[in-house]
Every structure is written in structure tokens, then in C-alpha cells.
């Protein structure tokens, strides 16, 4: 038996009163996921266990089966390992956004989902600027970077920045939850009040304001942690070998730790414009040498953080026909039967824009089971 997880990132969501009081997943024509549901084991799950918040960091690892209080140590310490940044003893590592203030307020968490080359060089002048001591900068995908900071102290409050669009800036800093914390806190508040000085007038910058673009002009780091202590699936479930399919470094990290090997999709974006097809055929391609795959596609998530129901609407389509359609038709043609799992991570719901952590939709389709 061959195993598939599709996980529709932020695929769940509330009733939509421009989607006639449905949701984007009741709302989406989806042929296939009607099929698979009518086929196979459909329920709700919960993803976010209790004590901890609806990232994606957290859903997806439950997903895999962790125990959430025994191995988590933040985001950044996950999307260190996709980006080959070892975390060393003493360090402390958390994701790093670039994101847009305006008048003071919080306008999004991806700077207008700023290009992968144009965040590259503003991540690399503040290294230049602000790092090579204590702090250090690494550059990933689009808004998603990485800080490490020797002899922090992770013991802190830090918002997630697409949880507080239209947020003052300055009501959501960090803050320390013990004293042995402060220190850490001060220095990275000082971070972000001299990448605020900095940013606005880097060329990269110039130019997307000129173009009417959202600009880069602060860092917000968040999610600190260590190097976790993870066992892989193979130590956990007895599988051989699996792969981790995704645009996000997030995903990837936790499939490395997980003991999985991460494929690269040309053309993958994270985005509604990502590359469906080429990420479908990794997968088809992957299952003929290995036991399980992680498909992470997540698309919907980003348009759930922009509110926008219709585009969200559009990627559940996309999935259903893009993915699903030619991976049930691949699955016919298998030496092995091929038993696939399909969920969203977390809500994220249009209306607020941000992670919830209601149960989420699931169906496992079996080839032979009775529904």
C-alpha cells in the first residue's frame, strides 16, 4: 500500500454571505472531492491541540501524528531545516516576515506578497546593516525569512503578523513572559525599530512604491524556538521512505525533521498561480520509488488571509481539478494500491482574515473499504 496526504492549506472556512452563506468548499464545483467523499471516510478533525495556537507550524505537525508538547520549538527552528541553516547550541531561530506599515498600522503580513528576488536583497542589506554579531538574517521565499539570535531567551509573546492586519504596530510588539526573557525582548524590538529606519529607502523599496506597490519596510520576527528532537515517520509508522512536496519552507522543514526528502516544484509559488500540474506529477512521480508523500498546496490559505472568498473559492477548483483529477487517474495505473488523504490544516476564514482552530473537514479514501 502507497500512502498521499493533499493538504489544502486554510481550505476550511465559515458560511460566506457572497457565496451564498456557504462555504468555499461547499461553494466550489469539486467533482473529484465529491467523488473521493462519496467513496471514502469523510469526518472532522482537530488539528491544534489544546495550549497551543492555529499556526500552520502546529496543524500540519498534528497532521503527521507529533505530540505537539514534546517536540515543538517554534517556526523558525522548521523552516531553518528546509533552508539548510543549522540551529546550534545556544540559538535560538524564528521566522522573520517583511511586511507592510502604514500610518503605523499593520496593512499585511507579506508586504503585497512581495517577489522572492526583490525580498533577497533587502534580507541581504539588512544583514549587511544589522547582522554578523548576535542577530543574523538568512533570506527564503517571498515574505518568509529567518532570524537567529545567539543567547536568546524563547520564552516570549510574539504576535504572527497575519493575525493583526489594521493592528497598530507598536500595541503588538514583543513582549517577554519571564524575566530571564526581557533582554531578548528589548533586542529584538531594537531590531525591528532599525529595520523600519532602513527599509524605506532601499532601492527595492523605491521602486515598488513608485510602481504603487505595498513596500517592505519592517521585519517581524516571531515564533522563537530550538533545534526540536523529532523521531521520523519510518521510526514512528514503519514506512521505508516518503517525500514532502511544498512551496512553503514551514512545510518542508517539518518534512525534513519528519525524515522525509524534499522535492522542489519549478513554478511552485505558494500562491493561486503555483504550479499545479508539475506539483501533482512530483507526487505521481514520487510514489513509484517511495511509501508515502506529503502534498501541501497552499494557495487557499493565502487567499483566505487577503479575504478574498472568490479567489479562495478558485483555488479549492484548481485543487480539485488540477491535483486530484490526475492523481485519481495516475492511481489506476499504480503496481500498488494507493490510499489518499485529504484535509485543510486550519480555517482560515475570510472574514477575519487569520487562522481559527475549528475542527477541519477530512476524507481517507482506501481502494476495497466500504465507505
Not at 32 to 49: E, F, Q, R, Y
Not at 185 to 192: F, K, M, T, V
Not at 193 to 210: C, D, G, T
Not at 263 to 292: C, P, Q, R, S
Request: proline share 6%; net charge negative; hydrophobic share 35%.
Amino acid at each position: 500500500m502507497k500512502y498521499i496526504i493533499i493538504l489544502g492549506d486554510g481550505m476550511a472556512d465559515e458560511p460566506i454571505e457572497e457565496l451564498g452563506n456557504k462555504t468555499p468548499l461547499q461553494a466550489a464545483d469539486t467533482p473529484v472531492m465529491d467523488w473521493l467523499a462519496s467513496h471514502g471516510c469523510c469526518g472532522k478533525l482537530n488539528t491544534i491541540p489544546e495550549g497551543f495556537e492555529p499556526g500552520s507550524e502546529i496543524a500540519n505537525m498534528a497532521v503527521l501524528g507529533y505530540d505537539l508538547h514534546k517536540v515543538f520549538e517554534g517556526r523558525g527552528s522548521l523552516e531553518a531545516a528546509s533552508m539548510g541553516v543549522d540551529i546550534e547550541s545556544g540559538e535560538m531561530a524564528m521566522r522573520c516576515n517583511l511586511i507592510c506599515i502604514e500610518n503605523g498600522i499593520i496593512k499585511n503580513h507579506s508586504a503585497g506578497h512581495i517577489s522572492t528576488d526583490e525580498a533577497a536583497e533587502l534580507i541581504d542589506y539588512l544583514q549587511k546593516e544589522l547582522g554578523g554579531s548576535d542577530a543574523n538574517f538568512f533570506s527564503g521565499v517571498s515574505y518568509r525569512h529567518l532570524l537567529k539570535l545567539k543567547g536568546g531567551n524563547k520564552y516570549l509573546k510574539c504576535t504572527p503578523p497575519h493575525d493583526v492586519p489594521g493592528i497598530p504596530a507598536n500595541e503588538v510588539m514583543i513582549q517577554a513572559t519571564v524575566p530571564e526573557a526581557q533582554a531578548t525582548a528589548n533586542r529584538l524590538n531594537e531590531l525591528i525599530i532599525k529595520s523600519q529606519e532602513l527599509l524605506p529607502r532601499h532601492p527595492v523599496n523605491q521602486k515598488r512604491k513608485a510602481e504603487g506597490k505595498d513596500i517592505a519596510n519592517s521585519i517581524w520576527p516571531w515564533s522563537p524556538g530550538y533545534k526540536p528532537q523529532m523521531e521520523t515517520l519510518m521510526q514512528r509508522y514503519g514506512l521505508r521512505n516518503g517525500v514532502v512536496i511544498s512551496a512553503v519552507d514551514l512545510i518542508k522543514g517539518i518534512g525534513i525533521y519528519a525524515g522525509l526528502k524534499s522535492i522542489d516544484v519549478e513554478g511552485a509559488t505558494g500562491l493561486y498561480n503555483t504550479n499545479y500540474e508539475g506539483k501533482v506529477e512530483a507526487a505521481i512521480d514520487a510514489l513509484k520509488t517511495n511509501d508515502f508523500v506529503y502534498l501541501h498546496i497552499e494557495a487557499s490559505d493565502e487567499a483566505g488571509h487577503e479575504g478574498d472568498a472568490l479567489l479562495k473559492k478558485k483555488t479549492i477548483e484548481y485543487l480539485d481539478q488540477r491535483i486530484l483529477k490526475r492523481l485519481i487517474e495516475a492511481a489506476k495505473e499504480m503496481d500498488e494500491p494507493l490510499t489518499i488523504a485529504l484535509l485543510p490544516d486550519h480555517p482560515t476564514p475570510c472574514r477575519i482574515r487569520t487562522h481559527t482552530a475549528s475542527p477541519v473537514p477530512f476524507v481517507i479514501y482506501k481502494p476495497g473499504k466500504t465507505p
